[in-house]
């Protein structure tokens, strides 16, 4: 019992296996998208109908109505060839090709010879059952030689009986023994499903198309757009749009909530700062104390500036289109002044919707984090297909690959590494990769050919 057990609960789980990789597979060769899911939805079901509507209609009625039409002929035939076999030898009697008349035949007595060869099957005559049917009823009904061509004429059969003495020959129309209007029927299901064919695809495109809008309103949405959605659609469509209505609201009204915390915190340790500087002003200049006293403060107030920036984000910027070429330009002049030799190499347009400020602090930051280790900079910018891929070159110590990733947190130093900053707070990277996320993009650190660090910062277009 145990044994029987144990081998049917493997046989059930090998099943089940062999299920979930069936479904993997199919689920592979599906398509993914939600508009072509539907129409398959809506398509396969109706071609299988239809297939198994032809199916019974062709192979069921189409059939018996051909055999029933060619069992008629067959039994004309065969009352004609016992009527002429009656006759006396040598009489052809008028009686019979005017009995032939009356069934819609040609009748004629040829000279006695062998019958023509059968004629190949080709594809046509597979799938036509004339050509299985008549021969099968004449089979039945004539115990003599035959030979029948059903396709040699068009609208016509030919039909030969060997008497020994004499070969009838009997021409007819395929009419009589074939319904010749399943071309109707057939045009009928084709018309009919291309017309719900292209209702369907109508339908579902306007059902669609509310989902594509909501999706490309949270996707500007989440990159810092401005956004102008409007719920259209189904009853459930519009239930999602009004509820990302709703989120952003909430998103929008809790950023601008922290922003004004930040501003009266910055306000408030401000005017303590300033009040530290007035105070040590009118202390006397010999004092000792005085000079690294001011150094603090005015250290204390960059880490307060970079503190706040971090922590309020640009979020509060609108986005416009805008030239990374002349940003680009504008960022290798302050850095030549302050003695960098830097190198601008950009191609393709690089016209891209952003928040200006912010993506010139992004690469800035960067470009600044290069001058403090490098003394050659190299910025390129490139636009690809859908996103646009700036690069900062340097020749400086750079940064090893497992320790890559943690300069980007907040406040993170690496002891003697070339992102510990003099006089700086230790948010210069973190500051650059909230920047680019925030526009749907990313920041990389790679080697650089320069020798040194790449920064690479991937904006979508």
């Given at each position: 019992?145990?044994?029987?057990?144990?081998?049917?609960?493997?046989?059930?789980?090998?099943?089940?296996?062999?299920?979930?990789?069936?479904?993997?597979?199919?689920?592979?060769?599906?398509?993914?998208?939600?508009?072509?899911?539907?129409?398959?939805?809506?398509?396969?079901?109706?071609?299988?109908?239809?297939?198994?509507?032809?199916?019974?209609?062709?192979?069921?009625?189409?059939?018996?109505?051909?055999?029933?039409?060619?069992?008629?002929?067959?039994?004309?035939?065969?009352?004609?060839?016992?009527?002429?076999?009656?006759?006396?030898?040598?009489?052809?009697?008028?009686?019979?090709?005017?009995?032939?008349?009356?069934?819609?035949?040609?009748?004629?007595?040829?000279?006695?010879?062998?019958?023509?060869?059968?004629?190949?099957?080709?594809?046509?005559?597979?799938?036509?059952?004339?050509?299985?049917?008549?021969?099968?009823?004449?089979?039945?009904?004539?115990?003599?030689?035959?030979?029948?061509?059903?396709?040699?004429?068009?609208?016509?059969?030919?039909?030969?009986?060997?008497?020994?003495?004499?070969?009838?020959?009997?021409?007819?129309?395929?009419?009589?023994?074939?319904?010749?209007?399943?071309?109707?029927?057939?045009?009928?299901?084709?018309?009919?499903?291309?017309?719900?064919?292209?209702?369907?695809?109508?339908?579902?495109?306007?059902?669609?198309?509310?989902?594509?809008?909501?999706?490309?309103?949270?996707?500007?949405?989440?990159?810092?757009?401005?956004?102008e959605f409007h719920p259209?659609?189904?009853?459930?469509?519009?239930?999602?749009?009004?509820?990302?209505?709703?989120?952003?609201?909430?998103?929008?009204?809790?950023?601008?909530?922290?922003?004004?915390?930040?501003?009266?915190?910055?306000?408030?340790?401000?005017?303590?700062?300033?009040?530290?500087?007035?105070?040590?002003?009118?202390?006397?200049?010999?004092?000792?104390?005085?000079?690294?006293?001011?150094?603090?403060?005015?250290?204390?107030?960059?880490?307060?500036?970079?503190?706040?920036?971090?922590?309020?984000?640009?979020?509060?910027?609108?986005?416009?289109?805008?030239?990374?070429?002349?940003?680009?330009?504008?960022?290798?002049?302050?850095?030549?002044?302050?003695?960098a030799r830097v190198e601008?190499?950009?191609?393709?347009?690089?016209?891209?919707?952003?928040?200006?400020?912010?993506?010139?602090?992004?690469?800035?930051?960067?470009?600044?984090?290069?001058?403090?280790?490098?003394?050659?900079?190299?910025?390129?910018?490139?636009?690809?297909?859908?996103?646009?891929?700036?690069?900062?070159?340097?020749?400086?110590?750079?940064?090893?690959?497992?320790?890559?990733?943690?300069?980007?947190?907040?406040f993170h130093r690496l002891?003697?590494?070339?992102?510990?900053?003099?006089?700086?707070?230790?948010?210069?990277?973190?500051?650059?990769?909230?920047?680019?996320?925030?526009?749907?993009?990313?920041?990389?650190?790679?080697?650089?050919?320069?020798?040194?660090?790449?920064?690479?910062?991937?904006?979508?277009?």
């Amino acid at each position: 019992m145990i044994a029987a057990a144990s081998s049917a609960l493997e046989a059930l789980s090998r099943l089940r296996q062999v299920w979930r990789w069936a479904a993997r597979s199919l689920a592979e060769l599906l398509p993914k998208g939600l508009y072509a899911r539907s129409l398959l939805i809506v398509i396969l079901p109706m071609v299988l109908l239809q297939t198994a509507v032809a199916y019974v209609f062709m192979q069921r009625h189409w059939d018996i109505v051909t055999h029933r039409l060619s069992a008629a002929v067959a039994r004309d035939v065969g009352a004609m060839v016992d009527l002429y076999v009656a006759m006396p030898a040598g009489v052809d009697d008028p009686k019979l090709h005017a009995i032939a008349a009356r069934f819609h035949m040609d009748v004629e007595s040829l000279p006695p010879g062998p019958l023509p060869p059968k004629m190949p099957p080709t594809f046509f005559n597979v799938l036509d059952p004339l050509t299985r049917a008549l021969p099968e009823e004449l089979s039945a009904e004539v115990r003599y030689p035959l030979w029948v061509d059903t396709v040699g004429r068009s609208g016509l059969m030919e039909i030969r009986v060997d008497l020994g003495g004499r070969v009838l020959r009997f021409v007819t129309r395929r009419t009589l023994a074939y319904e010749p209007n399943v071309h109707i029927f057939i045009l009928w299901m084709l018309g009919a499903s291309a017309v719900l064919v292209t209702v369907a695809i109508l339908f579902l495109r306007n059902q669609i198309r509310p989902i594509l809008r909501l999706a490309d309103a949270a996707e500007d949405f989440g990159k810092g757009r401005d956004v102008e959605f409007h719920p259209r659609g189904a009853r459930e469509v519009r239930q999602a749009g009004y509820a990302f209505i709703e989120m952003k609201r909430r998103i929008e009204r809790a950023s601008e909530q922290r922003t004004a915390m930040l501003n009266g915190v910055s306000h408030d340790l401000r005017t303590v700062l300033t009040r530290f500087k007035l105070s040590l002003a009118v202390i006397e200049d010999e004092s000792a104390e005085v000079e690294p006293m001011q150094m603090d403060v005015n250290e204390m107030q960059r880490m307060l500036e970079a503190y706040l920036a971090f922590a309020r984000g640009d979020a509060g910027e609108p986005t416009e289109p805008t030239d990374l070429r002349g940003v680009l330009d504008g960022l290798r002049a302050d850095a030549e002044r302050h003695g960098a030799r830097v190198e601008v190499e950009a191609k393709g347009d690089l016209n891209v919707r952003v928040r200006p400020l912010a993506i010139k602090r992004c690469l800035g930051n960067l470009v600044a984090n290069a001058e403090r280790h490098a003394k050659t900079i190299a910025l390129k910018a490139a636009r690809e297909q859908r996103f646009v891929t700036i690069c900062v070159d340097d020749d400086g110590p750079g940064i090893a690959p497992e320790h890559r990733e943690d300069v980007f947190r907040p406040f993170h130093r690496l002891d003697e590494a070339r992102n510990q900053d003099e006089g700086g707070s230790g948010l210069g990277l973190a500051i650059a990769r909230d920047i680019a996320r925030s526009h749907g993009g990313e920041i990389t650190l790679l080697s650089s050919p320069l020798g040194g660090l790449r920064a690479s910062v991937r904006l979508p277009i």
